[in-house]
């Protein structure tokens, strides 16, 4: 089976603009969730999507926001970027109970200036 | 609210060495217990994860785990860590309920020569 895939893999925005990540989960997989990972803050949870509708969300701002596909592909948004929004955004994927295993894809690395 | 403390920052370590990567958790809930390992410029691996029985769990790469209730911990091992073990090391749970991993701040493992 093809792995959890993330596009683009790297990402150079300016402050003020808004950004869309990509994630295609394992086939079969029905959930796929959101992580954002800086040096300060670490590991954040920002959601998560199970068939096409968000299930749990994270203590982010509503600048993020997501959507999930029929096909399972999500995206995730990001509006008026900020510096601090610069960070490695990795998106996991499950079948979708909390014992299952997330599996991580590689990541999209965003950089604001 | 439930919280993951990984006591060392940083583990350095010489090769055939064991190793010991502390993690405690804080829970007022069942939670079920995960380590992941992240190799530089990659995203997560799953080492291995406690959901209910044994509470020594083993893992890939040599890795084991042991589920202490009444200490709230759940420390990695390995009894001879190799050069490829380089890498840095995420405690995490989930709570009964919601499948949203919630990571401790992470170890780094640095395994010499």
């Known amino acids: 089976k093809a792995g959890v895939t993330q596009t683009p893999r790297y990402l150079i925005k300016t402050r003020g603009q808004q950004v869309t990540l990509s994630c295609s989960p394992i086939?079969?997989?029905?959930?796929v969730s959101w992580y954002q990972q800086t040096p300060g803050q670490g590991l954040q949870f920002l959601f998560e999507y199970f068939s096409e509708t968000q299930r749990n969300k994270g203590n982010f701002p509503g600048r993020f926001s997501g959507r999930q596909f029929s096909n399972s592909r999500s995206e995730m948004n990001v509006s008026t970027l900020e510096l601090g929004d610069s960070a490695l955004y990795l998106c996991a994927s499950s079948p979708g109970q909390p014992t299952d295993t997330q599996y991580f894809g590689p990541g999209t690395r965003l950089t604001v200036l | 609210a439930q919280s993951v403390t990984q006591l060392d920052s940083q583990v350095p370590v010489f090769e055939e060495a064991p190793v010991e990567l502390r993690c405690n958790y804080s829970s007022s809930v069942s939670v079920y217990l995960f380590w992941y390992v992240q190799y530089p410029n990659q995203g997560l691996q799953l080492l291995l994860k406690?959901?209910?029985?044994?509470?020594l769990v083993k893992g890939i790469n040599g890795f084991e785990a042991e589920f202490n209730k009444s200490q709230t911990s759940f420390h990695l091992r390995k009894p001879s860590v190799h050069i490829s073990d380089t890498a840095e090391y995420f405690c995490?749970?989930?709570?009964?309920?919601?499948?949203?991993?919630?990571f401790g701040k992470g170890t780094k493992l640095s395994v010499k020569p």
């Open positions: 086939s079969g997989h029905r959930s």
């Open positions: 406690y959901l209910s029985g044994s509470t």
């Open positions: 995490a749970v989930t709570r009964g309920s919601q499948g949203n991993l919630i």
